[in-house]
């Protein structure tokens, strides 16, 4: 599998990369998984402190923990999770970082993280705190880069423009294409996306169809659209997962399309869409058949 360097950093990672949160909570049925992710290439792994509060952070650090050297292991931080484990709460500050740091490197088992991503993020943050903590785990050799994981335009440029966040994780497909306005900015400041959310919930592969008429609308998508739609990109000479993938890979700012998988099949379905050939004639055709949106929140 093909490897792009991660903003600026000295990371290069998988054009897929494996989302975690997705995984088995059963230790050999994820071991499984990601043992699949690693036979075919995939050598990033995306994970969160808040995924299974913490439960997910053990069992890719339990899985992968032999393999340590040869991956690129990324997880987020800035939900803290009540002490009765049933909610959390929004806690980007310094004291929690340094806290929450720690803690994640007990669960993954390991004594430095790739990539430690802010999960979200708000104008109302303390943006110098952040990045000063970030830059501070960095040079104590607790983190090697990191990044934010958010939606919000505002929030997303006044970190890069402060920073040296290495990636932005938004969601981003050819159904939900708001990112593409933004997608400038990332080059500019040489920061790499991580896209998220790249086959929409399982509305771009051959499910898709069956899935619209369970879930209805999707996004700016009503149901008539959205069937509309999936019909005329299954109608393509490309299977639709295919066209999807190769979509986001087609972006200059793409550095991996993070696929969660809760079986095996389901990643090595991926894995085939990616090694299929997608002319761009296809791609183009693709793009006129979707909406290109643009987020009216979060703006300024």
Partial sequence: MKKRQLGKSDLFVSEIGL???????????????????????????????????????????????????????ATKVGNRMNETGDGWSWDPSKKWIKTAVHESLKRLQTDYIDVYQ??????EDDADEVIDTMESLKKDGLIRAYGISSIRPN??????????????????????????EWLPLLEKHQVSLL????????????EGMKRTNKTGEYLAYSKEELLKAIEKLQALNAPITAVALH???????????????????????TVEAYNTDVSEDVLVKALEITKQDMYTEHRA
């Fill in 195 to 206: 896209s998220r959310g790249t086959l929409a919930k399982g509305l771009l592969t051959a």
């Fill in 247 to 269: 979509h986001v890979l087609e972006q200059k700012a793409t550095g991996s399309m993070i696929v969660g998988a809760s079986s095996t099949e389901q990643l090595l379905e």
């Fill in 118 to 123: 802010l999960h979200g993020g708000t104008m």
């Fill in 155 to 180: 929030v997303i440029n006044r970190f890069l423009k402060k920073s040296n966040a290495v990636s932005v994780m938004m969601q981003y497909s050819l159904l939900d294409r708001r990112p593409e």
């Fill in 19 to 73: 989302g975690c949160m997705s995984l088995p909570t059963n230790q050999k049925d994820a071991d499984k998984i990601l043992q699949v992710a690693l036979d075919h290439g995939i050598n990033y792994f995306d994970t969160a402190d808040l995924y299974n509060n913490g439960e997910n952070e053990k069992i890719v650090g339990n899985a992968l923990k032999s393999n340590r050297e040869q991956i690129i292991l």
